[in-house]
């Protein structure tokens, strides 16, 4: 089965450009999540999707970043302009959202390869 | 203090040791307790996933909670080179979906 799908897995841009990263989750997934990795901050959640609504996105750092998911196979993270502090890993993971008798269960979360950004 | 801490490491280990990584954290009221390993420049792959306290084992990976004293393992057997990655811990509450990472211990085995 394929895993998490993220596009481009690099990516060098000059600040002040657009700047679109994109995810495929697991087929059946109905929960999204981009994460940013640095070496000072380690793994931050930056946003949380659920049935392709965002749920929080409290982790966003700012305006200049965005996300949607139109459907349940396809999410982007955009940054718009981008800025050298905007420089690291990006990860998309997914998992299953289970509900029943109004209480949530959340299982597993899997990670995509990630994409490397660079802005100069 | 961080809700997890995680000494970064490197830490460096012959081929065939045992080796054990530890996480500590603050929050009592975390029930699930995560490891991933991430090879570099790769993403962070699921090792272990254990709910509560208690031993968990697949293969050479044995994964120990301890609640009373709000301490994580992770133990290696014979550890091999393609074991030398760096290893996340993470854990969350039961009923959220937000995950808290440590920051990592880097491993490196030496053949």
């Known amino acids: 089965d394929a895993g998490v799908i993220q596009s481009p897995r690099h990516e060098v841009t000059e600040m002040g450009q657009e700047v679109t990263l994109r995810c495929k989750p697991i087929?059946?997934?109905?929960?999204l999540f981009w994460y940013r990795q640095t070496m000072m901050r380690g793994l931050e959640l930056l946003i949380y999707?659920?049935?392709?609504?965002?749920?929080?996105d409290s982790g966003m750092p700012e305006d200049r970043f965005s996300a949607k998911m139109p459907n349940a196979s396809f999410s982007t993270l955009k940054i718009q302009p981008s800025e050298p502090r905007d420089s690291a890993v990006y990860f998309c993971?997914?998992?299953?959202?289970?509900?029943?008798?109004?209480?949530?269960?959340?299982?597993?979360?899997?990670f995509g390869p990630g994409t490397r950004l660079t802005v100069l | 203090q961080k809700e997890v801490e995680q000494d970064p490491g490197p830490l460096s280990v012959p081929e065939g040791a045992i080796v054990s990584l530890n996480c500590t954290y603050s929050?009592?009221?975390?029930?699930?307790f995560m490891w991933y390993r991430q090879y570099s420049r790769k993403g962070p792959e699921l090792l272990m996933y254990?709910?509560?306290?208690g031993n968990k084992e697949d293969g050479r990976f044995t994964a120990q909670v301890d609640k009373s004293s709000k301490y994580i393992s992770l133990f290696i057997r014979d550890s091999q080179p393609s074991d030398s990655a760096t290893y996340l811990c993470?854990?969350?509450?039961?009923?959220?979906?937000?995950?808290?990472f440590g920051t990592g211990t880097r491993l490196k085995v030496l053949a």
């Open positions: 993971a997914s998992s299953l959202r289970m509900t029943s008798g109004g209480s949530s269960s959340y299982n597993e979360q899997f």
């Open positions: 087929s059946g997934h109905n929960s």
């Open positions: 999707f659920n049935n392709n609504v965002p749920i929080d």
């Open positions: 929050n009592s009221a975390f029930q699930y």
């Open positions: 254990t709910y509560s306290s």
């Open positions: 993470a854990m969350r509450t039961s009923g959220t979906y937000k995950y808290i």
